[in-house]
Nanobody
Framework: QVQLVESGGGLVQAGGSLRLSCAAS??????MGWFRQTPGKEREFVAA????????SYAASVKGRFTISRDNTKNTLYLQMNSLKPEDTAVYYC?????????????????WGRGTQVTVSS
């Protein structure tokens, strides 16, 4: 099973930007995704990208502000987050999917990182 390690989280003011990275311990041939979770709430889908990068999917709440990308030569997944809002505050997790097509369903992902905290102040 691939090991995933997120980085790049932190504290930023509303309107600012952050870039999250997710390093995989080996090659990932399936779709990769980003999810986020706040205390007391279900983990929610943020974005996903196919293995080749040609297909991606976003949650409505982040579309137009966040961009998911991957560099398969470096086994790394990215999430560029612009125009951040206080409601984007959460722990962000990367995950590897069970198939090669982007999916929003949490149960379609079988490897998860430990998460990185993103805090957006107003």
């Amino acid at each position: 099973q691939v090991q995933l390690v997120e980085s790049g989280g932190g504290l930023v003011q509303a309107g600012g930007s952050l870039r999250l990275s997710c390093a995989a311990s080996g090659r990932t041939f399936n779709t990769m995704g980003w999810f986020r979770q706040t205390p007391g709430k279900e983990r929610e889908f943020v974005a996903a990208i196919s293995w080749g990068g040609s297909s991606s999917s976003y949650a409505a709440s982040v579309k137009g502000r966040f961009t998911i990308s991957r560099d398969n030569t470096k086994n790394t997944l990215y999430l560029q987050m612009n125009s951040l809002k206080p409601e984007d505050t959460a722990v962000y997790y990367c995950a590897q999917g069970r198939s090669r097509l982007p999916t929003t369903a949490t149960n379609e992902y079988d490897s998860w990182g430990r998460g990185t905290q993103v805090t957006v102040s107003s």
